[in-house]
């Protein structure tokens, strides 16, 4: 293929879709991090340099052949899993939880790149089952045992919500594929029972979250403060929003941890319930755009890659947004180019360089 019909083969509305999401991430963080004296904190600079080096690791996923990623799914999920002994081992502890790998200057979270290589070793497989589906034990067994190896050992960090969404890319390939009913309902009856053991085994501080997620008001200088914040702040901001760098709950620093997992709430007060509606109508299309791109799959690997892949944007955003609005519990879920983060900025990159690799390989033949 040529150089010039190669380049008519990349998804330039998917790019131009993420670069807007990118754009409007750095304002909303640049208010976010300025300070109550007009001081900048500088996140928003920080932002953009890691954005640059997410843009060349997407271009990179999008040069690389995504069948090749079929290939090296067992030996990319074995070194992630060393880098999560790693964190358990000699990882760096902050604010009470040990998540953390430092190389050098450089800090990055093993958890949050585990997401794609769970997607990856879902996608590989599953897609070498020749039974056809819905999907018994026999079927699905490997496929969950890979999944809930690294969201155990996540579990331990701890970092219950990456946890969660770790489990749940690897669910989510597998609900894609289908599953028998009589398999669905023991699953389901199975959860319930095993709900009290679940309860007994999580640490103090989030049996909190989750009693604090029920009733905000038991503790609203303590465990409840977050959220009682986060929902004045979404609240206040009315149908307009307040305006660019106007936000009380910011300016006044009411609102914890509003440069990270509380910054939509940043969005909900300056920019209202419009500036809400239009962010999340933006990332509706992008997970739309992911599916669309599963469907037209050249392979059955490219489709449950796509599906696994679109499903970690999915569970980042109804995850967060549920999380600042008081619909779920705070698990510490970062939203997609919008909370400040190195690891996430890079890995919601390449999740786009991926579905950009399965779009313009949709006509091609093997590798």
Known sequence: MSRRAWLGQIDYGLVGLVLLLSGLGLVVLWSASHGPDGEVAGHAARQLRWMAVGLAAMLVALALDYRHLDNWAVALYLVHLVLLAAVLLAGKTSMGAQRWLQLGGLRFQ???????????????????EAAPPPYGVRQIWKPALAALVPAAMILLQPDLGTAVLVAGVGGAAILFQGLR?????????????????????????????????????????????????????????????????????????????????????????????????????????????????????????????????????????????????????VVGVPLPLFSYGGSSVLTTYVIVGILLSIRARRFSRGL
């Not at 093993?110 to 070498?128: C, D, G, Q």
């Not at 920019?271 to 109508?281: K, S």
């Open 110 to 128: 093993p958890s949050e790149f585990m997401k794609i290589a769970m997607a990856i070793m879902a996608a590989h497989v599953l897609s070498r």
């Open 181 to 329: 009913r009589r398999l669905l309902a023991v699953l389901g009856a199975g959860v319930v029972a095993l709900a009290p053991l679940g309860w007994s085994m999580l640490h103090d501080y989030q049996r909190q979250r989750i009693l604090t997620f029920l009733n905000p008001e038991r503790d609203p200088l303590g465990a409840g403060y977050h959220i009682i914040q986060s929902k004045i702040a979404v609240g206040s901001g009315q149908v307009l929003g307040k305006g660019f760098l106007q936000g009380t709950q910011v300016r006044l620093q009411f609102l914890p941890e509003r440069h990270t997992d509380f910054i939509f709430s940043v969005l909900g007060e300056e920019w209202g319930l419009a500036g809400c509606g239009l962010v999340l109508l933006l990332y509706a299309l992008l997970i739309l755009w992911g599916i669309d791109i599963a469907a037209k799959a050249k392979d059955p690997f490219g489709r449950l890659l796509a599906v696994g892949v679109t499903s970690i944007l999915f569970f980042h955003v109804g995850v967060n947004v549920g999380m600042v609005s008081g619909l779920l519990p």
